[in-house]
């Protein structure tokens, strides 16, 4: 059984519930999933003031724990186009595991927000996938076969480099369901793909 590490970063709650359908897919792909986040590096006063979403159930990730998963899909949102300093400070932490390659020949992935259509999605992705690469984590997106990214019905999130999901610039939209069955799609092909390597 592969195992899956979900780690992400979220500020007003968007990219918690986009997580939580990823882990959703990865279970039903059959791996061990865990949800895990990184620290909030904003003071607590400001991010109170901010009406960050402090109270998220997921524990605290490490750097430590990385080379104990098959696979590790990262999300986090949108910062004027990359991936926001919580995030990247984690992954400043992770030269040791570079250095001795602890990541390589894992599988990785990624899933973000943006609170407009235009607002930075695949460079976000980007942002995050070029941190994998680095390891030397095989990645993937969210591939055409899942259907839901096509058409323009609805606003809607998906892109072939990952999840995604939009805002609106108050926070008001949350992931529709467009956007949280490819979350679930991501997360079910990324455990098909660590269980075969893994195999």
Known sequence: MAKVLVLYYSSYGHIETMAAAVAEGAAAGGAQVDIRRVPELVPAEIAQAAHFKL???APLATVEELP???????????????MPSQ??????????????????????????STA???GGQETTLF????????????V????Y????????????????????TLS????????SQADLEGARYLGKHVASIAAKLSA
């Open 168 to 175: 609106d610039g108050n926070g008001s939209r949350q992931p």
């Open 145 to 164: 076969a899942f259907q839901g990214q096509m058409g323009l019905e609805e606003v809607k999130g998906g892109t072939p480099y990952g999840a995604s």
């Open 127 to 138: 942002s995050i996938l070029t941190n994998l690469i680095h390891h030397g984590l095989v």
């Open 55 to 57: 109270d998220q159930e």
């Open 140 to 143: 993937t997106g969210l591939p």
């Open 116 to 118: 407009t259509q235009h």
């Open 87 to 112: 995030m990247a400070q984690f992954w400043d932490q992770t030269g040791p595991l570079w250095f001795t390659g602890a990541l390589t020949g894992k599988v990785g992935a990624a899933f973000t």
């Open 68 to 82: 104990g998963y098959d696979a590790i899909i990262v999300g986090a949102p949108t910062r004027f186009g990359r």
